[in-house]
Nanobody
Framework: QVKLVESGGGLVQAGGFLRLSCTVS????????MYWHRQTPGKQRELLAS????????VANSVKGRFSISRDNAENTAVSLQMNSLKAEDTGVYYC??????????WGQGTQVTVSS
C-alpha cells in the first residue's frame, strides 16, 4: 500500500523559509508525477507545483519566484518544496500527491505551515 508522509511544516515568521519533504513508501512502479497542494481556510485546495519523472517542473503563478519543487535523493524522500520569502497568506495545510501511470492517485495527510506577520 502506498503511503505519503509530509514533514517540515511549522511556525515561521514572515520573510522566512521552510523546506517541506514528502516521503513515499510502498511505491507503485510506473511514470510518476508528484504534486504539492495547499489548503487555506475558506479556499479550495490549490495546486502549487509539480514535477514529472523527467524533472519537468511547474510552479503556480501565485508562488512563482518564491517556491520551488525538486526531487530529493534522500532515502524514501520523493519530493521537496522549498518555500522562501514566506507571507502570512501562505499559512495553510500543505499536501503531497502522487499520481502513478495517470490513474493511481495518492495523498499525504498534510503538514501545517503557519506564517506569522
Amino acid at each position: 500500500q502506498v503511503k505519503l508522509v509530509e514533514s517540515g511544516g511549522g511556525l515561521v515568521q514572515a520573510g522566512g523559509f521552510l523546506r517541506l519533504s514528502c516521503t513515499v513508501s510502498g511505491s507503485v512502479t510506473g511514470p510518476t508525477v508528484m504534486y504539492w497542494h495547499r489548503q487555506t481556510p475558506g479556499k479550495q485546495r490549490e495546486l502549487l507545483a509539480s514535477i514529472t519523472g523527467g524533472d519537468n517542473t511547474y510552479v503556480a503563478n501565485s508562488v512563482k519566484g518564491r517556491f520551488s519543487i525538486s526531487r530529493d535523493n534522500a532515502e524514501n524522500t520523493a519530493v521537496s518544496l522549498q518555500m522562501n520569502s514566506l507571507k502570512a497568506e501562505d499559512t495553510g495545510v500543505y499536501y503531497c500527491r502522487e499520481v502513478v501511470r495517470g490513474t493511481h492517485v495518492y495523498w499525504g495527510q498534510g503538514t501545517q505551515v503557519t506564517v506569522s506577520s
